[in-house]
């Protein structure tokens, strides 16, 4: 099985569903989905709306988890949308794959 190749990032994004709206972070994203931070859960299966000045995704939640800080919600995109960098570049974007070779590098030169 492939393993889908996630990013860390920051960014602050609106959220509406259902006719209400709350704002959250997004927390990572991936070809065919992200993981949202905010203040209150929304039910698996939810249709919900991200918006940014910068883009607009229609995605459906696929499950909430509550953690210490805050509701960490994973939704995929809709209408076979599939993310890259180049097509939106969420502040803050992170490869996690850079961040272990650096600290390889790390590790490497204090030997």
């Known amino acids: 099985m492939n393993e889908v ?5 920051s ?6 569903w259902n006719g209400r709206g709350t704002s959250a972070n997004m927390e990572k994203i991936w070809s065919s989905g992200a993981t949202l931070n905010a203040e209150e ?3 698996a299966g939810t249709r919900l709306r991200i918006e ?3 883009f607009l995704f229609d995605t ?22 599939e993310w890259t960098p180049e097509l939106f570049e969420p502040d803050h974007l ?10 390889l590098l790390t590790e490497i030169s204090s030997l």
């Open 5 to 9: 190749k996630q990013f860390l990032c």
């Open 11 to 16: 960014h602050l994004v609106a959220l509406s």
């Open 41 to 43: 859960c929304i039910e």
């Open 52 to 54: 940014s000045p910068r």
């Open 60 to 81: 459906r939640v696929v499950k909430c988890t509550n953690e210490p800080d805050g509701h960490f919600i994973d939704v995929e995109f809709e209408g076979g949308y």
């Open 94 to 103: 992170t490869d996690p794959d850079i961040l272990l070779v650096r600290k």
